[in-house]
């Protein structure tokens, strides 16, 4: 079958390792965003892009497309995925927070880019942001990465000088065995959503897990570095079997 990969442009540099990976176990042709022709029929397409008008530009088509946009709407607006997670019973750190401590992150953002820390002073609500109460435990979080509905690996993120624990920002990673309750909580999470490959991340809060995002068109970096998982690989044959 004949399929695309689509990233944005500096993406896909900065995504070299997992680009080659895509092409080597799917034979799939990368196509930049920039120069996304919508007039292509691919048998598929793997939307690395968080842009959810790209999926449902070829959904329309009737060609399948790994994210789906609902996903992706919904992963990449993080005000409208508290709100979802919210209303479906799915404990947050409050959002819409008027108090301090206050972690301010804006609604699209990713890779903790743009996240802040305000402890004092006065703070100035803005459209575009989410305001939302810190969990206790700060500059530690949990990644769990899932494959359809498959748990396929936990790292734990830390970092000793930030309150961001994201691995690409200096933290730390190790990786982390899931208790009963915690794949509990990950799988009524993904009972929720339309998903093909994402990572659900946690913050810690009074020792316990509490949902903080999803990441759509999640890296895999430490899953590689500590772990003998070929992660991508087990993704592409999951399209496979989607397909055929």
Do not use: H
Request: glycine content about 8%.
């Amino acid at each position: 079958m004949n399929g695309i990969i689509v990233y944005n442009e500096d993406e896909a540099n900065r995504n070299a390792f997992a680009v080659r990976k895509f092409r080597e176990n799917l034979g799939v042709s990368l196509v930049t965003a920039e120069n996304l022709d919508y007039s292509l029929n691919p048998d598929f397409v793997i939307n690395r892009t968080n842009n959810a008008e790209i999926a449902r530009a070829f959904e329309k088509k009737g060609i399948r497309v790994f994210n789906p946009s609902g996903l992706t709407a919904v992963a990449n607006n993080k005000q409208k995925c508290y709100y979802f997670m919210r209303r479906n019973g799915i404990e947050i750190m409050p959002v819409d927070y008027r108090g301090l401590p206050v972690v301010i992150k804006p609604a699209g953002g990713k890779g903790g880019e743009g996240v802040c820390l305000v402890e004092s002073g006065k703070v100035s609500f803005k459209k575009g942001f989410v305001y939302q109460k810190p969990a206790s435990d700060l500059g530690k979080d949990l990644r769990v990465w899932l494959i359809g509905k498959r748990i396929v690996a936990a790292i734990l993120r830390e970092s000793k000088s930030d309150f961001r624990a994201n691995f690409c920002l200096g933290g730390t990673a190790s990786v982390y065995t899931l208790s009963n309750e915690e794949k509990s909580l990950v799988m009524k999470i993904a009972s929720l959503l339309d998903f093909d490959y994402i990572g659900i991340d946690f913050v810690f809060n009074n020792g316990k897990i509490v949902f903080n995002e999803i990441e759509d068109s999640v890296g895999a970096r430490t899953v590689y570095s500590l772990t003998d998982i070929d992660i991508i690989k087990e993704y592409c044959e999951y399209i496979k079997t989607e397909l055929y």
